[in-house]
């Protein structure tokens, strides 16, 4: 696999790990108790923190994309593995 191909694959998984991180750790204000600023949602996060979310995403995705590169050399996992429909029926009439 080139490395162009893997350099892809990990953005892409990093951008779906830094959506999936985040929910995690995020408090309202009214479960951490500080006070709301009129006219804010009652969903607004009162500790985001940007960075924290891009370490972990950073982790999540390289971890990812090394099983993915390793299964995809080794052979672990292939298509017809994960088939779970079965071989599709033949369209010629014999």
């Not at 350099?7 to 408090?27: D, K």
């Not at 940007?50 to 995705?61: F, S």
Request: hydrophobic residues 50%.
């Amino acid at each position: 696999m080139q490395w162009t191909s893997i350099l892809a694959i990990y953005l892409l998984m990093w951008i779906a790990c830094a959506f999936l991180m985040l929910p995690f750790g995020i408090r309202t204000h009214e479960e951490v108790g500080e006070e709301k600023i009129p006219g804010q949602a009652d969903s607004a996060p009162a500790n985001f923190r940007p960075g924290r979310v891009v370490v972990r995403a950073t982790v999540l995705a390289a971890a990812v994309t090394a099983l993915y590169v390793v299964n995809y050399d080794q052979g672990w996992i292939e298509a017809e593995d994960i088939n779970i429909f079965g071989d599709p029926p033949s369209l010629r009439e014999d």
